[in-house]
């Protein structure tokens, strides 16, 4: 997607704090972290969100929460104290960049229900 600020991150065209790369999936440092540990893991693949997944994304989206999420939470330090993943979608799911990415959140403690 040609003006897709995350499909360029994947891409390298425009920098940011890589933390994880593999064939299909990124995870870079977000540039407003709301927590000491903040990093968004998105896909290579232009998907906008939950909503606009198919059932040819099943593996991806398997990948990032079983394989790559736990990963990074341990090299990241807080699989013992435990973290949040989250996935905003649409506008009142205060979604404002419109390719899919989950937020991997941690190192200090969560309020529920969010604000
Ligand atoms: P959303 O609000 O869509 O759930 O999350 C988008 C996230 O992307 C926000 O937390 C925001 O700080 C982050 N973000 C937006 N633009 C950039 C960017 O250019 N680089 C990085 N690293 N993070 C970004
Ligand atoms: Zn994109």
Redesign the pocket.
Known sequence: MADC?FCK?AQKE?P??LVYEDEQVVA?????P?APV?V?VIPKKHVESVLALTAEDKAMVSHILVDVVPQLARELGVDEKGFRV?T?TGAEG????KHL?F?LLGGRSMQWPPG
């Not at 870079?28 to 407003?32: G, I």
């Not at 205060?94 to 960049?97: A, D, I, K, L, P």
């Open positions: 600020i991150i425009i940011s704090s870079f440092k977000d540039l407003e709301q903040h968004l989250v905003n205060g979604q404002s960049v990415h937020h």
